[in-house]
């Protein structure tokens, strides 16, 4: 069997054994390990360790000199300098900061309020309380990045209001569900932190880029509730004066600066330090760490268990990225050792593909990984093998990277394994069926197929904040 052939296998059984349940992480540190044993296996350095051995037998130091030849393989430490490399990798040190002060703000009790605020703020628009939900949502998720924290937290306050004011269930579930999501794509998002470490792009460009490609996800998602609500009013009935009162002007300008005003604050203050030069990500996520924990002090809603909860919590996510990129660094370099990189390149440039034909099927293929596999995990072990082949086919990784971004927020919302229905299931009504959120999602899937559709005929909409603020 051929170098290549054993590269193969190895994604082949990998691939396997993530689908039979194994941890990822470890599967591909065993693995990568496995395999590099035999890539960079000398068979004249283990026999001349055992010439040695023949010589004087029967010493411990002659022992010694055999196993030395038995554990003297590149692969460890090609390993212990990826750990390293991992472990010194500036733009990872923001993924614990930015998880931290997501975590902290989820227990500021600031969600309620912007909720309850926005509620009444958009009252008069048809579908009111579904804008407010996904508004929320929205700021929610682009201050903590935490899909599963939004869509819960969500769940528990916005789903109740909204069937108590009679909202379809599927309706509701779906502006839920698809709201929980953005936060992986709207800056500052810790899924693009972990691209700019996987391709090299500049995490500042990034976030320049992703922001109209963002706001424009949020656009359609309103259209869509808006114009639903209007053709469909049974889904999304008006609310009644008992159900969001009436409120004066003044009262009403002060609940938003008081629940609005601050979060907003310090997102734009944590992503504005970044884009216009004035803080790094780690220097700009400091920032917003301890800004969250001043709006959960000037909440009333910080306690020692609060603080301790979120401390664990960030450090548990922190170190599932980091063994997930010491497994993926390590997998990868054996795979490209074994010569199963320069494999999947000539195949896939023998195919004869257009740029757009490539883009169509790299995406089909991440959509599917999608089912499976966490964000995370696609990222980190899979978008790589399609980086090589970006130059070929002429595609910029920063537009590669925000369509991968919009990408996978099908992952969440897609059937079997869309990990938002299922968060949202968790914790809503018993009569809330699985098969009604799956429902309520498919709009919203439409609207990021069509916000993919638009980035690719309007490029543009990627490459004018980066190019207006850094240049070419």
Not at 225 to 238: N, T
Not at 351 to 374: C, D, K, R, T, V
Request: hydrophobic share 55%.
């Amino acid at each position: 069997m051929t170098d290549p052939q054993v590269a193969l296998m190895m994604l082949g059984l990998f691939i396997v054994f993530v689908f039979l349940g194994f941890p990822i992480a470890f599967t591909l540190m065993a693995m990568g390990i496995g395999f590099g044993y035999y890539a960079f296996y000398d068979a004249r350095r283990m026999w001349r360790a055992f010439d040695r051995l023949g010589e004087d037998a029967g010493t411990w130091d002659q022992w010694r000199l055999w196993l030395e030849g038995f554990y003297n393989n590149r692969i460890f430490d090609l390993f212990v300098n990826q750990t390293y490399s991992v472990m010194s990798n500036e733009v990872l040190t923001a993924v614990p900061l930015f998880l931290f002060m997501g975590y902290i703000v989820e227990r500021a009790n600031i969600v309620d309020r912007l909720f309850s605020t926005l509620n009444i703020a958009a009252k008069r628009m048809p579908g009111s309380m579904g804008v407010a939900a996904l508004i929320t949502c929205a700021l929610f998720a682009t201050a903590t990045g935490i899909v599963g924290a939004v869509v819960t937290l969500m769940g528990l306050l916005a789903l109740p209001a909204m069937l108590k004011a009679r909202y379809n269930p599927s309706f509701a579930s779906g502006i839920i569900c698809a709201g929980g999501t953005l936060g992986i794509l709207i800056p500052p998002s810790i899924m693009l932190i972990v691209y700019a470490a996987s391709s090299g792009v500049s995490i500042v460009r990034l976030y320049a880029a992703a922001l109209l490609p963002g706001l424009t996800l949020v656009g359609l998602y309103l259209i869509y509730i808006v114009g639903r609500s209007i053709l469909q009013p049974s889904v999304a009935p008006k609310p009644s004066k008992e159900e969001v009162p009436d409120v004066p002007m003044l009262k009403l300008a002060l609940m938003i600066f008081s629940s609005f005003v601050p979060l907003a604050f310090l997102i734009l203050a944590v992503l504005g330090s970044i884009l216009f030069g004035l803080a790094t990500p780690t220097e700009a996520a400091s920032i917003g760490a301890l800004g969250g924990i001043f709006l959960a002090f000037a909440y009333r809603a910080m306690t020692w268990q609060r603080m301790r909860e979120s401390v664990y919590l960030t450090v548990r996510t922190t170190a599932m990225v980091c063994w997930l990129f010491v497994g993926s660094y390590t997998f990868s370099s054996v795979f490209s050792y074994l010569g199963g990189e320069h494999v999947i390149s000539e195949f896939v440039q023998g195919l004869n593909l257009s740029p757009l034909m490539f883009l169509l099927l790299a995406q089909l293929i991440i959509f599917l990984l999608g089912w499976p596999l966490e964000w995370s995990e696609i990222i980190i072990i899979f978008v790589p093998i399609f980086l090589p082949l970006l130059q070929f086919f002429d595609v910029d990784p920063l537009f590669f990277g925000i369509l991968v971004a919009l990408n996978l927020q099908t992952s969440f919302l897609t059937p079997p394994m869309a990990m938002s229905a299922y968060y949202l299931k968790g914790i809503a009504p018993p009569e809330i069926r699985l098969t009604q959120i799956f429902s309520g999602v498919m709009p919203f899937l439409a609207c990021v197929i069509l916000s993919m559709a638009i980035m690719y005929v309007f490029p543009q909409i990627v490459f004018y904040l980066p190019e207006l603020m850094y240049g070419r």
